[in-house]
């Protein structure tokens, strides 16, 4: 008797480096994935774009690769989108790009940030629209863009996310989910609509932004689809949300005092709120989800680039990033002390033109010596966050889940714990904004799900020693440079 054909569905995830997706069954099972590298763009110092062709066609090659791993054994059911946060395209008349898409990496419109919150409406925005004033916002790259380009967004008829394109190219229709919305930094986080002070800013008009549509819509799969294969036609196509709210779903992390932490190209600490909590001093992010929650939460600049730098300077592109990680385990006892801002920094310092440094060099430090502190850096920049989230907190947290490739060491885990001071449990070594989406898609009411994450450790760690004196130092040495 021939085996009856089984669902799937089908989670997509187009992140900053890495263009995931993933097969997954209805116990939450991977059946089949697939990956490929997203070419980042630096034509002149500061940029960090993306071309969204290049990004269609290797998302159109991966899908048609996933549906010859799936064969006729399985029927796609459900198709769901995860995004990172913070992507600006232009878009002609007729949806061509007029130009690579702007990821938040891209820092050349630090000025304008600087300029917009210390002299201009800057506190004002934030307070309506809940997007950090810094070069990550497309806000603030539409004002540089203003100034700068004028006749390229004269020209552009759609200003859009890099998710909102692909899904054009599928649908023929501009929609935008909130999440999405909310950090371009145009969205009215209290109402939900496109806030009017913000347009005026950059002075645009809603003819040229995406349709809002609410969290669970959907469209059905053509077989003539652009970018997905035959094989997946009618299937039910969610737009989803951004990759940081799916990334709390794929935790299970939806009560107030939980915060979730991710560690991928940057760093966030995040948690779901039931109102939008917002402070000057600061500058957290508040994101709306739907009209009952938000995400509230912090982020850095920082995270696995840093680490793979110090890997590949320091033990030599050969080696891999378990065997450097298994020696920073063994590093010996260090002064050493890493301030981890390569990339530059939003929360805590809000300095766009930060730079990393190692302080307290002893002769007697090497590459494994580096690498650890380069990992407690990142990990005192992670407390320092969640101090601040914290304090504005209605009902501080009992307890973190972490996420991350970094977190399957148990040695980097437990330090996690030893430094938040917060028991931590651990996010499987799957992608949870993945899962996230999957889960997004299945779920039909507006509330969030009770049960708690199966992709999470059941036992946490506790904490069991204190670094108060390094973290004192750390803060006092960040400050110093960049107060």
Partial sequence: ??????????????????????????????????????????????????????????????????????????RVERVAWSCAMHSLLLADGHGQPLGPAYTWLDGRAATVARDCWDHGPGRRLYERTGTPIHPISPLIKLRWLRQTAPTELTRARHVLSIKEWLWWRSFGSYEVDAATASASGLLDIHCGQWSAEALAYVDLDTGRLSRLVDRKWQRPLRPDDPIFPPQ?????VYLGASDGVL?????????????????????????????????????????????????????????????????????GAETGFAEALAAAARATPSSLLCLPFL????????RAEARAAFLDI????????FLRAAVEGLFFTLRWLCEDLQA??????????????????????????????????????????????????????????????????????LPQSHHEDRYRRFRKAAQALYS
């Fill in 1 to 74: 008797m021939a085996e009856s054909t089984r669902t799937v569905d089908i989670a997509i995830d187009v992140g900053t480096s890495v263009l995931k997706v993933a097969a997954v069954d209805g116990e939450e099972r991977i059946i089949a994935q697939r990956r490929s590298a997203i070419p980042l763009l630096q034509p002149a110092p500061g940029a960090a774009l993306q071309d969204v062709l290049a990004i269609e066609g290797l998302l159109r090659d991966l899908l048609q690769a996933l549906a010859n791993d799936l064969g006729k054994r399985y």
């Fill in 232 to 236: 997946m036609a009618g299937a039910s």
């Fill in 247 to 315: 990334a709390q779903w794929g935790m299970g992390a939806f009560r107030e005092d939980v915060l979730g932490v991710s560690l991928g190209t940057s760093m966030a600490v995040r948690r779901y709120a039931a109102r939008p909590q917002l402070s000057r001093r600061t500058r957290n992010f508040a994101y709306r989800v739907d009209d009952h929650h938000w995400l509230v939460g912090t982020a850095s600049n920082n995270g696995g680039p840093l680490l793979d730098w110090v890997r590949r300077r320091g033990f």
């Fill in 343 to 350: 990339e530059g920094e939003r929360a805590p310092l809000w």
């Fill in 362 to 369: 002893d002769a007697r430090d090497g590459p494994a010596e």
């Fill in 392 to 461: 504005r907190a209605p009902h501080p947290a009992k307890r973190l889940i972490a996420s991350g490739h970094l977190f399957q060491t148990p040695w980097a885990a437990q330090l996690l714990a030893d430094m938040l001071a917060l028991p931590v449990q651990v996010a499987a070594d799957t992608d949870v904004a993945l899962l996230g989406a999957i889960r997004w898609a299945r779920q039909d009411s507006a509330s969030t799900p009770d049960r708690s994450s199966a992709a999470v450790t059941p036992s946490a760690l």
